[in-house]
C-alpha cells in the first residue's frame, strides 16, 4: 500500500485515503482539434517502466488534487506537487535527475 | 503404529489431559498438543484424503507448511474447513473431521481415481475441456464435481467476531525463532519501536528440538532469557499466534493473529488482523524441510525427518517403533538420534549421498545405528493401511532391490529452503546456492520504499545462514542495518553457538537416479493436489518450459500450502527434463498471504450493520414507521413505496400513482444531491460542465441540464437554480452527488485552477419535499406565508420565503407531469415540515410515494433516468435531447468527442417508446431482434428495452428503448426476446404516454 505526502495539508496518507487519477499534465483538446491531438488527450496514455508523474487526490483527507512523481518499478517517490502547474517543480526534477541523469518528463 | 510415549515431550502437560472428538470417535491428549500430535498419540495415522485421487494421507510436517491433515473444525456456525492439524492447538471439546472422502476416512469410493490415474494425467482438465465436448458434460464433469472440492463450506452464521489493528512501528519482525529474538534484542537496546511476530504459539522454532548450545547454555534456556529481556523492553511488542501475512508496498504488512481458536467462545474477537505500517521489517522466517521423492512417498507414515522429530521431542509421540531415515544431507541424522533417544528403533538410515562422515553421522555410527551410504528408497510396502517395509536399492541404479528393511515409519529430508515468501512478496530477487541447493534472498536486489531505500532484509535461515552461529550473526547483523536505516544506532554481536556442524548435502531430486517411468509415476512432488514427477516430466515433453505455466498445467503449487513443499522439488524435476539449470528455470511468484487467512479477519468488523454508512433523511423514521419497504440508492435508503397492512408491492405503487395524479401524492426527495457552484466565474464554469448554456439563466429561475464526460456520454442530469448574480445551485441524481461533485473539483482544481469558482456539496444540509398532483397549490396556500400562485411563481421558476412559520426555499419543477413544488427546508427542519404537509394535506388524502412510483410516473412522461436510459455509452443525441445541447458555446466537456465519427452516425441507436401489442410489460433488458446471425452465430439485434413498467393511468405496460433509426420508424412492430426463448411483439410509439402537451404541470 503505497503512502505519499500531501502537499497541501501535509500528512503522509496510505494509499486507502487517495484516489489514482492516472497521468498528469494531459493537455486538454477541446473542439477544432484534430482527430490525432484528440485520440491522444482522450486514450493514450505513458505506461512507462520508470518515472511516472501522476495525479492523486486525498480525497478521504483534505479533498486536494495533487502531483506525484513515482517510480512504477522501485516505487521510490521523487516528491508530491501542487496540481496547479503544467511541470514538476525544479527541486523535484533535481532528486530525480540523481538518480536517472537521462530522465526526461 | 504410532503411540505416545511414556516420557517426554517439551511442550505438552502431562497432568492435563485433554478431550476431542475426530470422526466422532472420542480422544484423549495433553494440554500442549496440536492436534496432529494427538491424533497420532491415538494411533491415528491417516487423516485425510487428498485432492484428486482421494488416496488415504497421513500427516507429514509438523507446521504451517502441511499439505496433507486437514481437516475441518468446529461445529454449526464456528464449522471452519481445511485447518492443518500441525497448526491446530488442543483444546478440550475440540472436535475435527477428515475431508475428501465418502463414505468413510477408511473406505473411500472417490480412491477409484487412483487406479483411473494413468487417465488423469497433467493437463487433464485442460484436455477434457477441448474434446469431445459431450464427454465432458455427461462424464467428466458429474465424476469431477462429486469428486471435486477440498472440505466443504462453513455455515451461515458465524458467532465470533474480527477485528483489525492499526499499528505504525519502526521496525517489524517477523518470526520468534532464535533469529528473530536475536533481531529484537538487538534492536532492543536502542529505543525504536520493535514488533516481534511468532506464528505459533511457543518461542524459539526449532532451535531446541535440534539440540544448538548458545552462549555455553542450552538452546531452551538461552530462549528463556531472551524472552525475559524482550518483556522487559519498553520499546519492544511481543506477539506469538499471530503469522506475518504479506509484506506490500512503503512498508506496508499484515499479520494474522488466532486470539482464541485455541479457546473458542473465549471473551474477545477469535482472530485479529494487524495493518502494520513499518519504517523497517526484518523476516526471520526460518526454512521448510523439502520431501524426497521416492516411489510410495505419499504412504501414511512417511513423513519429513523435523516433523517426526518434532513429534518425539516436543510431544512425545513416537509414530512408529521402527523408523528408517532417508536423506541427502546430515541434518536427518539428528532425527535418527531422537528416536534412538526416545528408545525406539532406527531400522536403518540410508543416505543417497557416496559418503557421510560429519559429526553427526559419526554420532549415529557410535550409537550403534546403521547407515547405508549411496542408497535410496526403492518404493515402499503397505499392509492394509499400515506401512511395513521399504525396498533398498542403490541412489545411482534403476532401483533393483538390495534388501527390504522392515519399518513402520520413514523420516524423509531432501535438504532446506529459507522461506523467502515475505522478502520476495514486494520485488526482493533471489539466487541459486550450489552447497544448499536452495534459493536465498539476493542482497543485492532487495525491496524499496518510498525514498527508494531497502526496507526489507531477512534474518538467520531466511538469509541461506545454516548454522547456529551464523544465523544469531546474521540476524544481529541484519537488524543493525535496518535500525541505522531508521537512524538509530546499535551494534551487531554474534552469540558463540556449538551443535550445529553439518557434512556437505547433495542435490537429490529423484530417487533412484535412474528411476523407470513406472516410479516416478508414484513419487509424489504436490501431495496436496495430487502431482507427481511423472506429471512435470509430462508436461515438460509437451513443451511446456515457463515454471509459472507448468504450474498451472500441472496445479503442482496450486493448493492451499501453495507449495510450501513441492516448489523447489517440482521446478528441479522440471529443470531436470528441460536439461537446464534450476536457477534458469525459476521460482514462480510468491504471493501473500503466506498461509491462509480467514475470510472473517478479512471483512473484520465491517459485518452487517457496519459493511457500509447507511445514509437517512431526516424523515427516515416516519417512513420506517408508515410502512417503508426500503430499496437501496447508493448508500442511502429510500422507501421504494409504503404498503398498507396486506397490500401488495404492486398494488401499493398503482395506489401512490393513483392518488398523486387525481389529487396530492408527496415525496422524501431529500437524497437529490446538491451542490453550490458559487463566484464570479460561476457561470462560465458551469457553462463547460453542461451541454447547454447556464450562464444566461436569471436568479429565480431553474434550467434542467445535462453533463457529459469529456468522452461525450451522458454521467448525470439535473435541474440548475441560479440564486444570485454569483451563485446557482447544481441538482443532481441521488447516487451521484459525491461522484459529480469530485468531477467538478477534479476541473477547477487540475485544468481552470485560475477561475474564480467555489463549490459546496450541500446534499445533507437540506431536507427537500416535493409535494405533486392537482392539489398542490391548494396545500402550499394552506400552509401559508408565500405567494405561490401561478403568477407570482411559473413553471422552472423559485423562491425564497415563508411555510408554515419555517424557513423554504420552492422550486415549481416537475418530475411526474403534475403540478408539482419541491420545497427545500434545514435539514433540522425536515420531519417538522413532512409532518405539517402530511397533517394539512389530509383532506386531499395526501399520499406518500416512493421511489417506484417516482420512476413510474416519470416513465409515463418520457422522461429519461440516469442508469436507465445511460449505461456509460449513451450520448445525448441518442436521447432525442438535441434540444439540451447549445449550438452557441464554442466549448463544453463532451462536445469535441460528440463530433466524432462514430457519436455522429446516423446507426446509432436512438430512444423511443414502445407499446406491447397485447399490453404487457416488456422484459426488463430485453432486445429487439433482428434477421440472421452474427459472426459468432448469435441472434442479430437492433434495439433494447431501458426501461419497462405497468402504468396504472394508462393501464398497460410501458416502456422506453432504444431502436436503429427509431424515431423514424414510428409505429413499426418490432420482435422482443424472452428468457423463455419465446418473442413479445411490441409497436414503436412516442415516448411520451402521458399528457403530451404538458396541459397538467403548466397550471
Ligand atoms: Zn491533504
Redesign the pocket.
Known sequence: MLKFT?P??G?EASETELAAGGEAHLKRYGPGSSEQDFEGYLFLRKNPKGVHLERWR?VM??G?WFLAARHTATLEVFGTYSAQTHEPPAEIIENIRAKFPEWQA | MSTRLSTGGRLIDRAKPVSFQFNGRKMQGFQGDNLAAALLANGQVVMGRSFKYHRPRGVVASGAEEPNALVGLGEGGRFEPNQRATTTELFDGLTAISQNHWPSLDFDVGAVNSSLSRFLPAGFYYKTFIHPRAAWKHLFEPFIRKSAGLGKPSNPGDPDTYEHAYVHVDLLIVGGGIAGLQAALTAAKTDAKVLLLEQEAHWGGRAPVDGAEIDGVAAEEWIKNALQTLEAAPNVTLRKRCMGSGVYDHGYALAYERCTDHMPGAAGPRHRLWRIRAGQIITATGALERPLSFSGNDRPGVMLASALRDYIVNYGVSPGDRVVVVTNNDDAYRTALAVKDSGLTVACIIDARASADGPLPQACRDAGIRVETGKAIAGVGMKGKALKFVDICAQAGEGSVLETVGCDAVAMSGGWSPVVHLWSHCGGKLLWSEDNFHFYPDVTRFPTDHKGAQYVRTAGIASGAMLTHEVLGNASESAVAALEQLGHSAEAWRPSATGSEEGAMAPVWVMPQGASKAKKSKMWLDFQNDVKVSDVELAAQEGYQSVEHTKRYTTLGMATDQGKLSNINGLAVLSGALNQPIPQTGTTTFRPPYTPISMGVIAGPGTGKTFQPLRKTPMHGWHEANGADWEPVGQWRRPYCYTKSGESREAAVSREIRNTRDSLGLLDASTLGKILVTGPDAGKFLDMLYTNMMSTLKPGKCRYGLMCNENGFLMDDGVVARLDENSFLVHTTSGGADHMHAHMEDWLQCEWWDWKVYTANLTEQYAQIAVVGPNARKLLEKLGGMDVSKEAMAFMEHADGELAELPVRVYRISFSGELSYEIAVPANRGLELWEKIVEAGAEWNITPYGTEALHVMRAEKGFIMIGDETDGTVIPQDLNLSWAISKKKEDFLGKRAQARSHMASAERWKLVGLETIDGSVLPDGAYALAEGTNENGQRNTQGRVTSTYHSPTLGRGIAMGLVLHGPDRMGEVLKFNKVDGSAVEAKIVDPVFYDKDGEKQNV
Open positions: 500531501c497541501y495539508c500528512i486525498h483527507g483534505c486536494k
